[in-house]
């Protein structure tokens, strides 16, 4: 299955980005190359960049990382209820509520690394689990309709938003 597969009915146009910054990739290969790709990224960062934010009120670097983390556990949680038939509507989460509470700027880079590992090898095994059936699976999330198969790239795409922004905003 390729990002290109997803149709717009599958997803919220919220998501459509995240959905589209993948081009034609292959599911797993996303899932796989996106952990490296954001683990490197990472690895080869001063420690002390971690706390760098780009501008006032801005992210810091840390903070970006947890709330990818943060976002793929939510991600993961929506995925397997609509993979496995649930249909209750799924409501939406508050990222600028959850980043002050991470307390991500006290983690060390190498922490971050570790969680953010051990949520996409989480998230790989679970989608590794999924039949045709559980992909083409249909869902709500804030009342908008969601397949199992366009949740899976968009925590694909979401990561790769977020590496791409660290890339252009904070290391240039």
């Known amino acids: 299955m390729r990002a290109t597969d997803i149709g717009a009915n599958e997803y919220d146009a919220f998501y459509a980005n995240y959905i589209k910054v993948l081009d034609d990739i292959e599911l797993m290969k996303a899932m796989e190359e996106g952990a490296n790709q954001f683990s490197k990224l990472l690895e080869a960062l001063p420690e002390g960049k971690m706390l760098y934010a780009y501008a006032p009120g801005k992210w810091t670097i840390a903070e970006v990382v947890l709330h990818v983390i943060d976002a793929e556990r939510v991600f993961q949680y929506r ?6 038939g649930d249909q209750t509507n799924m409501p939406g989460f508050e990222e600028n509520d959850y980043v002050p509470a991470s307390k991500a700027n006290l983690r060390s880079r ?14 790989i095994e679970l989608v590794k689990s999924f039949d045709e059936e559980a992909f083409n ?10 397949t199992a198969r366009a949740i899976a790239f968009i925590i694909c795409g979401h990561m790769k938003h977020h590496v791409n922004v660290i890339e252009d905003r904070y290391l240039k």
């Not at 995925?79 to 496995?84: K, N």
């Not at 590992?117 to 998230?123: G, H, I, P, T, Y």
């Open 137 to 146: 699976s249909k869902g709500f999330v804030m009342n908008k309709p969601f």
């Open 79 to 84: 995925l397997l209820r609509i993979a496995r």
């Open 110 to 123: 190498e922490s971050l690394l570790k969680e953010l590992k051990a949520v996409r090898a989480s998230s």
